[in-house]
């Protein structure tokens, strides 16, 4: 029939262009990048198969961080309040309490040895710079001490986190000291002119971020920033896939609260947009059947 | 004053008073349309009904919109898209209806084009059609500001800053339209005044003027044939309906038009919920910021090819600056449209595909203007600069050569 025809003939037009303008011009703007590494295995200072003794971990934890880091789920309070942290140390040392469970093994052990490396910082803090990085790198420990400092990390995170709340607590562990988010009413808890100091560059607001890069880019953006954003002064912060899920979660959680109601009237109105066109064609073929 | 008899029943009354039995003949019943017509010549009302979807979501956005640069963003992403009660579904209508509205617009420009009817008194039509047309371009280009995202500021800070290219005023002219010697907190609250008031209203003018310039000479059909509408009418009127080659508009023509509407919707309801992207683009969800110029600059879709056809001219021919061919070519791309019922020299008004030479000058009109529009969006690197000056080139040459081209074609056909 001639208006399938001609029907054919727009879909393929707008259909091209359509493929032209989105599907390809965006794969040319945003050529794809390396798969997401969740094992970190570019760091390897740290013999991670060793068993660790979480006994021994917490006496080397106490002696050796608690200076700097809070560990509330084990009682030990932070030493001076966010603003003089950051003061102190450039930006504010995150609480361990999750540290266990959202980092993954290999990256933590790593980082503890040496977290510049780990962080993929070197351009910011490697020997020529100038500049040190306001953690020390633990390389003295023997690597059972290290795998020791893991393990004992592990044995006092919880286990899991669910639900929003549970994915907000891994937001802030994770990205906290750094991001704010507004939508979410949390504010980083490094103030903006420390933050400006020591990154050099102020870390945005995340709140609308699930939308402005998408769950595809924030993929392999928080495994490693240095892939999409070469040069960036945020670094590879080292989560696991599950908590880098939960991240993402959260930040869909609170940019796109809506998500769930819209598909789900989504499907009502199209259900309704179908019967109203089966309507209209019985409606249109009772009315022509006349004049034709 | 007349004398009023006790009316019998509540139409009568109405009658009375307004005359409704006479102005729905007038209106719709003996409002006479050609019977010999396809799916096309829905779009027109398809596009009165998208028009109308956008007032009515606008209306329900204009509540918790603030047009200031503290808190246009905030008041579009949290308030209206998270807080409000169904804010998301009128921005997502609003959004994605501004899209698919041009969508429709161009269908129902180069179907007007692809049948000639804009010739042989439907003129106005055409005119009415293209003011149409530009008022639309000005309430999109304005609307898009209001997010107050990134895309939002420096898509206004280039186009704004197109006319700068215009000799002797350029530079005052663009203060002028800013309100501010940069995109500023001025630029957004005018804008935002075009956008809800200035512009609808001349819009509903226009739509009126559109309407009412189909009335006399009747809308055309999938062939072209001019027949006397009288005649035809009364064969109708006399129950010869199958003979007939009219229709009244209701309920005819409009149990037509709702079926097409009907299948319309169910596509752009689909993209309002599930496939949204290309009508809000995700780099407008970063806030306007003047000093962080994003990777990739582009203007909506629908202006693509207009922009390609501007950025198409990148180098200096005989002393003339590329930046000013480009906007030469700009102002000819945007007015030419205009002209069209001029340039076609050619009396015949039958499809596009049935003239011996238009029909080769439409589809490559059409293949040329894909072309613009992809390569507006590509980065303008490389080959694809070229591509984009050909494109652009090849769009003036079109519209140069048309009378010529038509002008054959009439000899050709012996005034036929
Ligand atoms: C929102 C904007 C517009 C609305 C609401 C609108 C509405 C309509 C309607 C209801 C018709 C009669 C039915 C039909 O043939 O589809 C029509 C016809 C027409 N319109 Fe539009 N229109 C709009 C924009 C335009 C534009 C941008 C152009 C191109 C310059 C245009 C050119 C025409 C022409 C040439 C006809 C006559 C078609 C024929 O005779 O077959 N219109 N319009």
């Known amino acids: ?292 | 004053m007349a004398e009023f008899k006790k009316a019998n029943s509540m139409g009568e009354w109405f009658d009375q008073r307004l005359g409704v039995v006479n102005f729905s003949k007038v209106m719709m019943t003996e409002y006479w349309i050609p019977k010999e017509i396809n799916f096309l010549w829905a779009m027109g009302m398809i596009l009165a009904v998208m028009f109308k979807l956008l007032l009515i979501s606008g209306i329900f956005l204009l509540m918790y919109y603030k047009p200031d640069v503290n808190m246009a963003f905030d008041s579009v992403n949290y308030t209206i898209m998270q807080d409000v009660a169904y804010g998301w579904l009128f921005r997502h209508i609003h959004a994605v209806g501004a899209s698919v509205i041009f969508l429709i617009i161009y269908i129902h420009m180069f179907t007007g084009i692809y049948y000639g009817s804009y010739k042989k008194g439907r003129e106005m039509i055409w005119i009415s059609g293209m003011l149409l047309f530009m008022l639309f371009s000005a309430e999109g280009f304005s609307g898009y500001m209001l997010p107050w995202g990134q895309m939002s500021y420096w898509a206004a800070y280039v186009i704004t800053e197109i006319f700068g290219g215009i000799p002797v005023i350029g530079g005052d002219l663009v203060v002028w339209i800013r309100g501010n010697f940069y995109v500023a907190d001025a630029t957004l609250t005018r804008f935002f005044m075009l956008h809800v008031l200035l512009i609808p209203l001349a819009i509903l003018g226009a739509i009126a003027f559109h309407f009412y310039a189909l009335r006399f000479p009747h809308v055309n059909n999938e062939s072209g044939e001019f027949f006397d509408y009288e005649e035809e009418a009364e064969k109708f009127k006399a129950g010869d309906k199958k003979g007939a080659k009219v229709i009244p508009f209701w309920p005819v023509f409009l149990s037509k038009d709702v079926f097409v509407l009907g299948v319309f919707l169910i596509f752009f309801f689909y993209l309002v919920f599930f496939h949204y992207g290309f009508a809000m683009d995700p780099i407008n969800f970063d806030k306007a910021d003047g000093l962080k110029t994003p990777a990739h600059i582009y203007p909506e879709w629908y202006f693509l090819w207009s922009y390609e056809v501007l950025r198409g001219w990148f180098f200096e021919i005989a002393g003339v600056s590329g930046k000013d061919l480009g906007l030469m070519a700009f102002g000819f791309a945007n007015a030419i449209f205009l002209v069209m019922p001029w340039l076609d020299r050619s009396p015949m008004v039958k499809p596009a595909n049935q003239r011996p030479y238009f029909k080769y000058w439409f589809w490559l009109m059409i293949a040329d203007l894909m072309v613009l529009t992809e390569f507006g969006k590509l980065p303008p690197t490389g080959p694809n600069a070229w591509v984009g000056f050909g494109a652009s080139l090849t769009f003036l040459v079109l519209f140069i050569a048309l009378p010529f081209i038509t002008k054959a074609e009439a000899k050709k056909v012996g005034g036929k």
């Not at chain 1, 259900?271 to 249109?284: M, R, T």
Request: net charge negative; hydrophobic share 40%.
């Open chain 1, 1 to 292: 029939m001639k208006e399938f025809k001609i029907l054919a003939v727009i879909i393929a037009l707008v259909g091209i262009t359509y493929y032209g303008i989105e599907p390809y011009a965006h794969s040319v703007m945003h050529p794809e990048v390396a798969a997401a590494d969740f094992t970190f295995k570019d760091v390897k200072n740290v013999d991670t198969s060793l068993a660790g003794n979480a006994e021994n971990g917490k006496v080397l934890v106490e002696a050796n961080c608690i200076a700097c880091h809070a560990i509330e789920s084990a009682s030990h309070p932070q030493m001076m309040p966010n603003a003089d942290a950051a003061a102190a140390y450039g930006v504010t040392p995150p609480d361990l309490s999750h540290a266990g469970r959202i980092y993954d093994k290999n990256y933590l052990a790593n980082f503890i040895f040496d977290p510049v490396s780990a962080m993929h910082l070197q351009h910011k803090f490697g020997p020529d710079t100038g500049k040190t990085f306001p953690m020390p790198s633990y390389n003295w420990m023997t690597p059972q001490e290290i795998m020791d400092v893991v393990a004992y990390l592990q044995s006092i995170a919880p286990k899991v986190a669910e639900g929003k709340e549970g994915h907000k607590v891994t937001f802030e562990a994770a990205c906290g000291r750094c991001h704010s988010m507004k939508y979410a009413g949390i504010e980083a808890t490094t103030p903006t002119e420390n933050l400006k100091t020591y990154m050099g560059a102020t870390p945005p607001d995340l709140s609308q971020h699930i939308k402005s890069r998408g769950e595809h880019y924030l993929h392999s953006f928080i495994n490693d920033p240095q892939v999409l954003l070469h040069g960036t002064a945020m670094p590879r912060v080292g989560l696991t896939e599950e908590a880098q899920e939960e991240v993402i979660t959260y930040m869909e959680e609170i940019g796109d609260s809506k998500k769930a109601e819209r598909e789900t009237v989504g499907l009502w109105v199209m259900l309704y947009s179908v019967v109203f066109a089966l309507f209209a064609f019985l409606w249109k073929r009772k009315i022509w059947e006349e004049v034709h």
